[in-house]
């Protein structure tokens, strides 16, 4: 039996040796490099090429190497009796915390527009918001929204948030899925953190902007596909957004030639918001490898029908 390692356009020797300090009898294979196909009977993807599940006749598990598990869900070459899991480490979750505390900072702060002043040497105050002023709005309260969210509220933020299911977190004002409107109304800034479903593509859009309460702001470190890009363009050069934080996009690396590049308004991050960490993956990964030997409960293992 053996664990495979199918992940694009990185190295992942790192990872391997990993698994391998863990316990150096797993036996490992990097895609394309996979000499026994019929013996893979656990895998790790991301950015994986599609279809190529179907070459491994015993699979009984895939794990996604970070929270998101889109890609996986919409590779059909994944057998049914599969099953697919996730990586939840505590670093990811600090990470998106801090990337979402420090965006929104940077928002009330005017700190984009004062690097670019003195890209220019120009000198000029800008009023800065009151955390009292606006309200953050989260959507998607999993492991990562609902960190965010605690972050956010320790360091002294009004913020509420939004998931397709009723949650309750202490301290926090939650809506489900058919109090949405109700959700936006108020909301200054807006965080997606929602996983990717046929519900969610798309839902950044402009009828959800005209919701937003003035001014308004975007931050989305989910996935690029919630976001109708031609919307936010649209909501910018007509001040419904005043300003928007990207972190992920449709096509990473986000292409050269795109629109977003030469927008003011727009900070662009290529993905870093959470990095999976090699040693803490590993852990999490051979744990559930020797569950599926042992014919354990996989931990955090997903529901294929809601997507997440």
């Known amino acids: ?45 991301w950015d994986h090429p599609k279809q190529i599940f179907q070459n491994y006749p015993n699979l009984k598990a895939v794990s996604s190497l970070g929270a998101g ?22 670093s990811l979750t600090d990470q998106m915390s801090d990337f979402v505390l420090t965006a929104v900072l940077n928002l009330f702060r005017n700190t984009e527009r004062y690097v670019k002043q003195q890209q220019k040497g120009h000198w000029e105050k800008h009023k800065a918001y009151s ?3 606006l309200t953050i709005g989260i959507m998607g309260l999993g492991e990562l929204g609902k960190a965010a969210a605690q972050r956010l509220i320790a360091n002294g933020f009004n913020v509420k ?32 953190l929602l996983p990717l479903t046929s519900e969610t593509d798309g839902i950044l859009e402009i009828d959800l902007f005209k919701k937003l309460s003035q001014p308004a702001f975007l931050i989305n470190a989910a996935r690029g596909e919630h976001l109708v890009e031609e919307d936010l363009i649209y909501a910018l050069d007509t ?14 690396p986000l292409p050269e030639s795109h629109a977003f590049w030469n927008r003011d ?3 662009i991050t290529p993905h870093i918001a959470s990095v999976t960490d090699p040693k803490e993956a590993a852990t999490l990964i051979v744990e559930n490898y020797k569950r599926l ?8 293992a997903i529901d294929k029908k809601k997507g997440y």
């Open 1 to 45: 039996m053996s664990l495979l390692i199918a992940v694009q356009h990185r190295d992942m020797t790192k990872f391997k040796d990993e698994i391998l300090h863990i316990d150096k009898n797993i036996d490992v294979e990097i895609w394309p490099n996979v000499k026994h196909p019929d013996r893979v009977q656990f895998a790790v993807a």
């Open 69 to 90: 598990v889109d890609h996986l869900l919409s590779d059909n070459s994944i057998p049914e009796t599969v099953h697919i899991t996730r990586v939840v480490a505590p």
């Open 161 to 192: 948030g939004w998931a397709r299911t009723q949650k309750s977190i202490a301290g926090l004002a939650t809506y489900s899925n058919n109090e949405l409107t109700e959700f936006l109304n108020g909301a200054n800034v807006l965080v997606c």
């Open 293 to 300: 030997l042992s014919g354990m409960e996989l931990l955090n």
């Open 239 to 252: 001040g419904l957004i005043n300003h928007a934080v990207l972190d992920v996009f449709p096509k990473e």
């Open 131 to 133: 955390k009292s002023e």
């Open 265 to 267: 308004k727009i900070t």
